[in-house]
């Protein structure tokens, strides 16, 4: 016969649910370009405000950097308005969050129609990317490295008097 479980308790189906949903959230990056035709602080407003719609959707921002004014590697143009306007140059900023899957589509969607935005990209990202990684020394380095010392060319120890006739040698000749 199957145990009754108290209230409070969570049955062995309702825990398995619920890590199901916990593993739900997955780590992502956005990427993105603002018009440069705002300033610098408007650029900033703009991905508070973003980090602020991450955190209401139920995600949380784990690295993040603020918007800079930085030249593009080529021209990108925008549409808008009824005219078509060109730029060299863009605020970019980036964010990793995580974020459950079923909601990164309708985030992707909301920053797309953002008025500012120039260009977006969001991408999945591994877990351990905010870990930072031990760098390793390949082994094709680490031989490269060593020296081998020959007995024969091994430093002697050398009185006063020998160095100073072997400079006088060097000297006279």
Not at 30 to 52: M, Q, R
């Amino acid at each position: 016969m199957a145990k009754k479980e108290s209230k409070g308790e969570l049955s062995e189906e309702a825990k398995v649910l619920l890590s199901e949903n916990e593993s739900d959230a997955k780590l992502y990056e956005l990427g993105f370009h603002l018009v440069p035709t705002i300033t610098e602080e408007a650029a900033v407003a703009k991905f508070a405000e973003i980090t602020a719609k991450i955190e209401k959707i139920g995600g949380s921002v784990k690295l993040s950097k603020n918007p800079e004014s930085r030249p593009l590697a080529y021209e990108i143009s925008k549409s808008g308005g009824g005219k078509k306007e060109k730029y060299e140059t863009a605020f970019f900023g980036f964010a990793i969050f995580e974020m459950k899957r079923d909601e990164i589509s309708a985030f992707q969607k909301w920053v797309n129609i953002i008025p500012e935005m120039l260009r977006s990209l969001v991408i999945e990202v591994p877990k351990d990317i905010l870990t930072p990684k031990e760098r390793r020394i390949p082994q094709s380095h680490k031989e490269e490295t060593k020296r081998t010392t020959d007995p024969s060319t091994e430093a002697k120890p050398i009185n006063e008097v020998e160095l100073d006739k072997t400079i006088e040698q060097l000297v006279i000749e």
